[in-house]
T-cell receptor, first 113, second 113 residues
Framework: EAAVTQSPRSKVAVTGGKVTLSCHQT?????MYWYRQDTGHGLRLIHY???????EKGDIPDGYKASRPSQENFSLILELASLSQTAVYFC????????????FGPGTRLTVL | QQQVRQSPQSLTVWEGETAILNCSYE??????FPWYQQFPGEGPALLIS?????DKKEDGRFTIFFNKREKKLSLHIADSQPGDSATYFC????????????FGSGTQLTVMP
């Protein structure tokens, strides 16, 4: 049974529109992460959270907001979607900060037109 | 500035051959190096990892070779199988894994039957 799930699995959005990507984990982990995957860039950290109601900026936070309403749920919000935000987005969780094994969701493919 | 570099970008081998995936890093403070395996349509999953105090780590057909002086490591996949076809990400972290995980851009491996 998948421990990290993401919804939607794919989405097409219009430029300037608002997009919300959702992540749910059943690992009982404190840490959750949002990554962006682009060809040639690997995975880059956008936002992360270590406790409900608190989020932190990662390496590429511009244009993104995050929300952690509970330990299990973590959302990524694009208030004004842009063409450059077309990518695959992964959510992950871990029981401690950093490189200790992170468990990834299946990803959301976002296309902004 | 890419702190973790991988080569080649893509690699094709025949079933039964040994696939060699290369990785190098810039930050001499990095001391923990996990490799993640990603199948199409799925999120990455931890495959094998090594700490810088070791120069070799084996797990079945998968072996990491680590050269601290040259800041290079490689993942060898012996007796490659078509089911090994995936993208492999080298990653790095410091202080034995308690820092943020930095990913390379990945190597797409195809194993031909």
């Amino acid at each position: 049974e998948a421990a990290v799930t993401q919804s939607p699995r794919s989405k097409v959005a219009v430029t300037g529109g608002k997009v919300t990507l959702s992540c749910h984990q059943t690992n009982n982990h404190d840490y959750m992460y949002w990554y962006r995957q682009d060809t040639g860039h690997g995975l880059r950290l956008i936002h992360y959270s270590y406790v409900a109601d608190s989020t932190e900026k990662g390496d590429i936070p511009d244009g993104y907001k995050a929300s952690r309403p509970s330990q299990e749920n973590f959302s990524l919000i694009l208030e004004l979607a842009s063409l450059s935000q077309t990518a695959v987005y992964f959510c992950a969780s871990s029981d401690s900060w950093g490189a200790y094994e992170q468990y990834f969701g299946p990803g959301t493919r976002l296309t902004v037109l | 500035q890419q702190q973790v570099r991988q080569s080649p970008q893509s690699l094709t081998v025949w079933e039964g051959e040994t696939a060699i995936l290369n990785c190098s890093y810039e930050n001499s403070a990095f001391d923990y190096f996990p490799w993640y395996q990603q199948f199409p349509g799925e999120g990455p999953a931890l495959l094998i990892s090594i700490l810088s105090v070791s120069d070799k780590k084996e797990d079945g057909r998968f072996t990491i070779f680590f050269n601290k002086r040259e800041k290079k490591l490689s993942l060898h996949i012996a007796d490659s199988q078509p089911g090994d076809s995936a993208t492999y990400f080298c990653a790095a972290s410091g202080s034995s894994g308690s820092w943020q995980l930095i990913f390379g851009s990945g190597t797409q491996l195809t194993v031909m039957p």
